[in-house]
């Protein structure tokens, strides 16, 4: 498909755990951004990537989470010793340059048990 | 502090009426909105936008203003169609930080046939 992907689309883990959540981009678009969304609340920015470079990680909680984008499309985003508090949907979009829309895609749905 | 406010949680409204979603804003700064439109399970999607420079943008059945003075903003659906049932998103972006978009809680919109 054309879309942004992400894989997968539902993470169960225990608490303390490690887990890697994967986003497929739009080929092309050099701008990707990592969104967390909890249960009635709006999205909340983690993470911008322009290329391979993070310009913009203001919004990681704490240092438990990092991401990375090695070669300028797939990005990873890695959430260490994991906590309740980190059950959310993790939303990536990308775009086509750091201002146009984004295009979403349908998230992964993490529940740290 | 919510800096992008969705006041009611929900609207229902009859097939071919017209669907009012309203947004307000506290920060100045903005200068770019956006409305995204979220079914279940999947990511949200674009919708559409307006610059602070222009007070309307309209693009099919969907119109958007903006009242600057008043830090508030407005989606028009219409007519209302039953696959317009959704959450819809106002999004903000800072002028001094363009790559972060602020969400508000979402309106989740049920059109009845």
């Known amino acids: 498909g054309a879309g942004v992907s992400q894989t997968p689309s539902n993470k169960v883990t225990e608490k303390g755990k490690y887990v890697e959540l994967r986003c497929d981009p739009i080929?092309?678009?050099?701008?990707l951004y990592w969104y967390r969304q909890s249960l009635g609340q709006g999205p909340e920015f983690l993470i911008y990537?322009?290329?391979?470079?993070?310009?913009?990680d203001s919004g990681l909680p704490n240092d438990r989470f990092f991401a990375v984008r090695p070669e300028g499309s797939v990005s990873t985003l890695k959430i260490q010793r994991t906590e309740r508090g980190d059950s959310a949907v993790y939303l990536c979009?990308?775009?086509?340059?750091?201002?146009?829309?984004?295009?979403f895609g349908n998230g992964t749905r993490l529940t740290v048990t | 502090d919510q800096q992008v406010k969705q006041n009611s949680p929900s609207l229902s409204v009859q097939e071919g009426r017209i669907s009012i979603l309203n947004c307000d804003y506290t920060?100045?700064?903005?200068?770019?909105f956006l409305w995204y439109k979220k079914y279940p399970a999947e990511g949200p999607t674009f919708l559409i936008s307006?610059?602070?420079i222009k007070d309307k943008n309209e693009d099919g059945r969907f119109t958007v203003f903006l009242n600057k003075s008043a830090k508030h903003l407005s989606l028009h659906i219409v007519p209302s169609q039953p696959g317009d049932s959704a959450v819809y998103f106002c999004?903000?972006?800072?002028?001094?930080?363009?790559?972060?978009?602020?969400w508000g809680l979402g309106t989740s919109l049920a059109v009845n046939p």
């Open positions: 080929s092309g678009h050099t701008a």
């Open positions: 979009a990308s775009s086509s340059t750091g201002i146009s829309p984004l295009h």
């Open positions: 990537f322009q290329g391979t470079g993070a310009a913009d």
């Open positions: 307006i610059s602070s």
């Open positions: 999004a903000a972006r800072n002028a001094g930080n363009n790559r972060k978009l602020i």
């Open positions: 920060n100045s700064m903005f200068d770019y």
